[in-house]
Nanobody, 125 residues
Framework: QVQLVESGGGLVQAGGSLRLSCAAS????????MGWFRQTPGKEREFVAG????????YYADSVKGRFTISSAAAKNSVYLQMGSLKPEDTAVYSC??????????????????WGQGTQVTVSS
């Protein structure tokens, strides 16, 4: 059984910071590529950032470049998303996801086979 468990969400004022964590267990490892996505009601899931377990190339959505940083700790089977200079439009449910391999479609939810339950991030103005 694959499990991805996010933590670290909450309420923060605009301009503030939060750090999300994703702990992986089970048959996920296996998975070679991890991503963070976010979703708001009525909208499709949106890619935020991605990283390989080897700590290689990272990818970011344009909307978060320069403000968010993704990192991994393979020894802990954990992936982190450090979010800074938060804006009200960053409000969403943030989920981590695992893929067996990196693909050129790393930004698509369909490229990931495993998902966490999500954690709510709310940024107040």
């Amino acid at each position: 059984q694959v499990q991805l468990v996010e933590s670290g969400g909450g309420l923060v004022q605009a301009g503030g910071s939060l750090r999300l964590s994703c702990a992986a267990s089970g048959r996920a490892f296996g998975a070679n590529y991890m991503g963070w996505f976010r979703q708001t009601p009525g909208k499709e899931r949106e890619f935020v950032a991605g990283i390989s377990w080897s700590g290689g190339a990272t990818y970011y959505a344009d909307s978060v470049k320069g403000r968010f940083t993704i990192s991994s700790a393979a020894a802990k089977n954990s992936v982190y998303l450090q979010m800074g200079s938060l804006k009200p439009e960053d409000t969403a449910v943030y989920s981590c996801a695992a893929a067996l391999y990196w693909t050129t479609t790393y930004y698509l939810p369909a490229s990931y086979g495993y998902w966490g339950q999500g954690t709510q991030v709310t940024v107040s103005s």
